[in-house]
């Protein structure tokens, strides 16, 4: 990757994150931890992973399809699709609001959003049935979803991985936001996934960790993805709460916000990583 491109992919991530802190703020609710995790992922699917998907055409049949799972982390996608052109930058402010149109977790009301989700468990299951609608008809786009570990933990979840692969469902590729941290606790002390990609294997999967914060090691394990007869999940090792350092892998960045008094704080630490992130680092 030219460091043109990663200083725009850097840039766009920073924005999604300054975003969510300033909408999740004026709405006085959210889940900030869980959408910070996510912002380099959410980046590099949006400027170029996904093909043929842009505000001038959003319903184009060829497009490939975005499901987020993790639905209570919307407003990093609503961040996103701001930046591409999907709705005007008044609505930002709207978020979690009474009449708002940006609702709190991911809706299809809003322009460029697939699928509504809010309980864990449902995304990757509707992905699997796009998946084989796509495969029956012979259609070349792909289906991507994108996961918490906390919705590893639901049996509707691992129902559709035994599916996809048995059904051989190679447009599909899974993404698991793997920042340990869930409503209650850490993961691995409610429910330990590991080893996950090992266990994805064993139901016909491809599976690959990748630093999910490292924009340049993103795209790339994006890029490589092979239609070989699997179904692909991309698990992303990433930090709650990444570029807040206060924040940073705790349980209380799940849900809520960053106060009035602390959200210049919070940007001037985002906008610290970006520049990490420019350098080639991400520590």
């Not at 380099?40 to 060829?62: M, R, W």
């Not at 699709?81 to 708002?100: I, Q, S």
């Not at 991985?161 to 469902?169: E, N, P, S």
């Not at 294997?201 to 890029?223: C, M, P, Q």
Request: aromatic letters at 8%.
């Amino acid at each position: 990757m030219d460091k043109t491109r990663l200083e725009y992919l850097a840039d766009f991530a920073f924005r999604v994150r300054r975003n969510c802190i300033r909408m999740t703020n004026h709405g006085h609710s959210g889940h900030v931890g869980s959408m910070l995790s996510m912002a380099e992922i959410i980046t590099v699917l949006y400027n170029g992973v996904l093909k043929n998907v842009s505000a001038e055409d959003p319903k184009n049949p060829l497009r490939d399809r975005f499901i987020l799972s993790k639905g209570h982390a919307g407003c990093a996608v609503y961040a996103a699709l701001f930046e591409k052109g999907y709705f005007p930058e008044d609505w930002l402010m709207t978020y979690y609001c009474d009449d708002g149109k940006l609702m709190g977790h991911i809706s299809h009301h809003v322009p460029g959003v697939e699928f509504s989700t809010g309980s864990l468990g449902h995304g990757l299951p509707v992905a699997v049935g796009m998946a084989l609608d796509a495969k029956l008809k012979n259609a070349d786009h792909k289906v991507y979803c994108l996961m918490s570990d906390g919705d590893m933990n639901e049996g509707s979840t691992w129902e559709a991985i035994m599916f996809a692969g048995q059904h051989k469902l190679d447009k599909l590729v899974g993404i698991v936001d793997y920042n340990r941290v869930q409503a209650l606790g850490h993961s691995e002390n409610i429910a330990d996934l590991e080893p996950l990609d090992e266990k994805l294997k064993l139901w016909g999967w491809d599976a690959v960790y990748v630093d999910g914060h490292d924009l340049e090691a993103l795209e790339s394990t994006f890029n490589a993805i092979e239609e070989n007869g699997k179904p692909t999940m991309i698990i992303c090792r990433t930090v709650k709460a990444r570029g807040v350092p206060w924040l940073e892998d705790t349980v209380k960045s799940h849900y809520g916000f960053i106060p009035d008094d602390k959200v210049e704080e919070a940007i001037a630490g985002c906008a610290n990583f970006c520049e990490q992130t420019k350098n080639g680092g991400n520590a």
